[in-house]
């Protein structure tokens, strides 16, 4: 007979099981309000592995009782998504489809277009999960009609109550009495880097395997040598405060530093956070004072993707060191902050008219014509025009930077601008 991991075996049935995340699983949090409500809406949930996407839409569905169909976007079709749907003309749906739909990056935009209609009409209830950004690779239709929450990744702390929990769970399971020292629970908590599926297999086969006296040698047998050298501290927190103080070396210029946080994060086992950081550092800290920088990385962590760890150091090395001693300029990511202040604001309902879709007026409009000026029509390819919206039609929200990149185009567009 094959059985199933722990962390299914174990898998909650109430939010307050659940660890991690307190604002969304905690006495009182959003999940509880939701289904207390009665009234369950359309859920994008994104996060890394193991922090409870599946188990939250689980719970979800049974407190509404409501049939949850859980579909893979990296195999599903939109015959597995019609299916689900039939459902809802069966006497199992009559209390509603909850249709789980795991990464959701997978489908293509076709594929999420299809689901909209069924969202609509309420013939299915979608929660969507992704470990990606979701405003990157989601529908925007589809995410308007939702609502997004944000699965963090579960610290050590918040880990040793679910240990705790596990030796429970197996001495009751198999009738054994179930030990586990406390620094080899430390060791597992810190070892699970945020996931709590990967705390529970590496638990398991150290049970497994010590007769059920857990020690820290014995949990070691399980653990990769560059996972457990010490990347997270044993609050959880050293683990961010090492990736702040790599990307603050680097916008500080200092490449010694730089390095040893890298080499840090990496003996930590963190691929993945030296990868999404290394590459924001580069839009963020040195933009437009170097714009290859972003390219250049981009290639270094396609490189390191590819090799993983211990050779993909080399590459994010290569990268690290480029990055601490490039100029340094965030006049985009300001530009951006300030605009965006506006939009959260309401400024800039609508573009002006010149800037919209060409469109027919009909024959009562007092205003005839789009009265758009293509540029490449005019002498070096500029003609000056209204572009933001009538509201903030002055607003100024890039400055160009002191670097000479930036400086060099200030100084091309100064003299077009200025000469017309």
Same mark, same amino acid.
């Given at each position: 007979m094959?059985?199933?991991?722990l962390?299914?075996?174990?898998?909650p049935t109430?939010?307050?099981?659940?660890?991690?995340?307190e604002?969304?699983?905690?006495?009182?949090?959003? @999940?509880?309000?939701?289904?207390n409500?009665?009234?369950?809406p359309?859920?994008?949930?994104?996060?890394?592995p193991?922090?409870?996407?599946t188990t939250a839409a689980?719970i979800?569905?049974?407190k509404?009782?409501?049939?949850?169909?859980?579909?893979?976007?990296?195999?599903?079709?939109?015959?597995?998504?019609?299916?689900?749907?039939e459902?809802?003309?069966? @006497?199992e749906g009559?209390?509603?489809?909850?249709?789980?739909?795991d990464?959701?990056?997978y489908?293509?935009?076709?594929?999420q277009?299809?689901?909209?209609?069924?969202?609509?009409?309420?013939?299915?209830?979608?929660?969507?999960s992704?470990?990606?950004?979701?405003y990157?690779?989601?529908?925007?239709?589809?995410?308007?009609?939702?609502?997004?929450?944000e699965?963090?990744?579960?610290?050590e702390m918040?880990?040793?109550?679910l240990?705790?929990?596990?030796?429970?769970?197996i001495?009751?399971?198999?009738?054994i009495?179930?030990?586990i020292?406390?620094d080899a629970?430390?060791?597992i908590?810190r070892s699970?880097?945020g996931?709590?599926r990967?705390?529970?297999?590496?638990?398991?086969?150290?049970?497994t395997?010590?007769?059920g006296?857990?020690?820290?040698?014995s949990?070691?047998a399980?653990?990769?040598?560059?996972?457990?050298?010490?990347? @997270?501290? =044993?609050?959880?927190?050293?683990h961010?405060?090492?990736?702040?103080?790599?990307?603050k070396?680097?916008?500080?210029?200092?490449?010694?530093?730089?390095? @040893?946080?890298?080499?840090?994060?990496?003996?930590?086992?963190?691929?993945?956070?030296?990868i999404?950081?290394?590459?924001?550092?580069?839009?963020?800290?040195?933009?437009?004072?170097?714009?290859?920088?972003?390219a250049?990385?981009y290639?270094?962590?396609?490189?390191?993707?590819?090799?993983?760890?211990?050779?993909?150091a080399?590459?994010?090395a290569?990268?690290?060191?480029?990055l601490?001693?490039?100029p340094?300029?965030?006049?985009?990511?300001a530009?951006?902050e300030?605009?965006?202040?506006?939009?959260?604001?309401?400024?800039?309902p609508?573009?002006?008219r010149?800037l919209?879709?060409?469109?027919?007026?009909?024959?009562?409009?007092?205003?005839?014509?789009?009265?758009y =000026?293509?540029?490449?029509n005019y002498?070096?390819?500029?003609?000056?025009?209204?572009?933001?919206?009538d509201?903030?039609?002055?607003a100024?929200?890039y400055?160009?930077?002191?670097?000479?990149?930036?400086?060099?185009?200030?100084a091309?567009?100064?003299?077009?601008?200025?000469?017309?």
């Open positions: 094959i059985q199933r991991p962390a299914d075996r174990m898998r109430e939010f307050s099981q659940m660890v991690g995340n604002s969304l699983f905690g006495q009182g949090g959003v @999940f509880q309000k939701i289904t409500s009665g009234k369950i359309n859920m994008v949930m994104f996060g890394p193991g922090t409870g996407k689980g979800v569905a049974s509404a009782d409501m049939t949850l169909v859980r579909l893979n976007a990296t195999t599903a079709t939109l015959s597995d998504v019609r299916a689900a749907i459902q809802t003309q069966t @006497f009559t209390n509603g489809i909850l249709l789980y739909l990464e959701i990056q489908f293509n935009k076709k594929q277009q299809s689901l909209l209609e069924f969202m609509e009409d309420g013939r299915i209830t979608l929660i969507a992704t470990t990606e950004n979701p990157f690779y989601v529908y925007n239709a589809v995410l308007s009609r939702s609502v997004v929450f699965f963090k990744p579960i610290n918040d880990m040793l109550p240990i705790e929990r596990a030796c429970k769970f001495s009751q399971e198999q009738n009495h179930v030990t020292s406390e629970a430390r060791i908590a699970g880097a996931d709590a990967r705390v529970l297999n590496i638990f398991e086969n150290a049970c395997y010590s007769g006296n857990i020690t820290e040698e949990v070691k399980f653990i990769p040598e560059i996972v457990g050298m010490g990347g @997270f501290d =044993k609050a959880g927190d050293g961010y405060d090492l990736l702040s103080a790599y990307q070396s680097i916008r500080g210029s200092d490449p010694d530093a730089a390095i @040893f946080y890298l080499a840090k994060i990496l003996a930590g086992g963190d691929l993945l956070s030296a999404r950081r290394i590459q924001v550092i580069a839009s963020e800290d040195i933009g437009l004072a170097y714009p290859q920088a972003a250049i990385t290639a270094c962590v396609e490189s390191a993707r590819s090799l993983g760890l211990p050779e993909a080399i590459p994010l290569n990268a690290t060191i480029m601490a001693t490039a340094k300029s965030n006049s985009a990511n530009a951006y300030k605009a965006m202040e506006d939009v959260a604001n309401g400024k800039g609508e573009p002006p010149q919209r879709n060409t469109h027919y007026d009909g024959v009562n409009s007092n205003e005839k014509g789009q009265n =000026k293509y540029p490449h002498k070096n390819h500029y003609v000056k025009q209204q572009y933001l919206p509201d903030i039609k002055d100024k929200y400055e160009y930077g002191e670097n000479k990149i930036e400086q060099t185009a200030k091309y567009w100064d003299l077009i601008k200025n000469n017309i």
